[in-house]
């Protein structure tokens, strides 16, 4: 009866259906079908998005732009315009000098004492000892094998040169010096100015400068005040 049926639906042109064939396709698997070409779809699209995010449109440094009248993509600074945190309008503390001339004491934001002259010591023995030498006279490590001597800051020209001298060839640089602006703060820098006054005058001081309680320090004896606690601490033990 079945191969009847079949013989009789292929004579009118009807596709052949039942268990040899199989069923016809239903509402359902169309749907389940349409769903997946849409997903595959979505996912060519989103292929395509992915990379343009990893190459998104830009210009290059220096490229033309018809978008600007002049072409050019990079814009002009508008005049005035001050980096953060660099506005600097304090002449004293950021260059050295107080109406083009160089400043002979520190600026008033600068306190000298000896968290500053520590502060100075350690950045000096880090950026200048190995060129100028710990004690400052221009032997440093780097000069004992090839680089060229500097200046002794012992020398009576720098002895008598302004305190924002200093100030100023650290941030520009002199001769053969580079400049250490990038590396030294402008703060450490009157820092280092500060300690490079007590290197001079460590050098060129004399016995009056010290104070007479210290005096016998220089020769490796006991100060007079210590001495005298001792033997007072020794008077009460006994």
């Given at each position: 009866?079945?191969?009847?049926?079949?013989?009789?639906?292929?004579?009118?042109?009807?596709?052949?259906?039942?268990?040899?064939?199989?069923a016809?396709?239903t509402?359902?698997?169309?749907?389940?079908?349409?769903?997946?070409?849409?997903?595959?779809?979505?996912?060519?699209?989103?292929?395509?998005?992915?990379?343009?995010?990893?190459?998104t449109?830009?210009?290059?440094?220096?490229e033309?732009?018809?978008?600007?009248?002049?072409?050019?993509?990079?814009?002009?600074?508008?005049?005035?315009?001050?980096?953060?945190?660099?506005?600097?309008?304090?002449?004293?503390?950021?260059t050295?000098?107080?109406?083009g001339?160089?400043?002979?004491?520190?600026?008033?934001?600068?306190?000298?004492?000896?968290?500053?002259l520590?502060?100075?010591?350690?950045?000096?023995?880090?950026?200048?000892?190995?060129?100028h030498?710990?004690?400052?006279?221009?032997?440093?490590?780097?000069?004992?094998?090839?680089?060229?001597?500097?200046?002794?800051?012992?020398?009576?020209?720098?002895?008598?040169?302004?305190?924002?001298?200093?100030?100023?060839?650290?941030?520009?640089?002199?001769?053969?010096?580079?400049?250490?602006?990038?590396?030294?703060?402008?703060?450490?820098?009157?820092?280092?100015?500060?300690?490079?006054?007590?290197?001079?005058?460590?050098?060129?001081?004399?016995?009056?400068?010290?104070p007479?309680?210290?005096?016998?320090?220089l020769?490796?004896?006991t100060?007079?005040?210590?001495?005298?606690?001792?033997?007072?601490?020794?008077?009460?033990?006994?």
């Amino acid at each position: 009866m079945a191969d009847a049926l079949i013989r009789v639906r292929a004579a009118r042109g009807a596709a052949p259906t039942g268990p040899a064939y199989g069923a016809a396709p239903t509402g359902r698997a169309h749907t389940r079908r349409g769903a997946t070409a849409a997903l595959l779809l979505a996912g060519a699209l989103l292929a395509g998005c992915r990379q343009d995010m990893h190459d998104t449109p830009r210009y290059e440094a220096l490229e033309e732009s018809d978008f600007f009248a002049d072409k050019r993509a990079m814009r002009p600074i508008p005049e005035g315009t001050v980096a953060r945190g660099d506005l600097r309008q304090d002449d004293v503390f950021y260059t050295g000098k107080l109406d083009g001339e160089l400043v002979q004491t520190l600026p008033a934001q600068v306190t000298m004492d000896k968290a500053l002259l520590d502060r100075g010591e350690q950045r000096y023995n880090i950026y200048c000892a190995p060129c100028h030498s710990p004690i400052g006279d221009g032997n440093g490590t780097v000069v004992q094998r090839g680089y060229k001597r500097p200046s002794s800051y012992h020398d009576p020209r720098l002895r008598g040169m302004a305190i924002g001298y200093f100030y100023d060839v650290i941030t520009n640089g002199f001769g053969q010096m580079p400049d250490y602006a990038a590396q030294v703060t402008p703060a450490d820098r009157w820092a280092i100015a500060a300690y490079i006054r007590v290197l001079q005058r460590s050098q060129a001081g004399s016995v009056e400068d010290v104070p007479a309680e210290h005096r016998g320090a220089l020769d490796g004896k006991t100060p007079a005040g210590a001495s005298d606690a001792s033997h007072g601490e020794g008077a009460a033990h006994d």
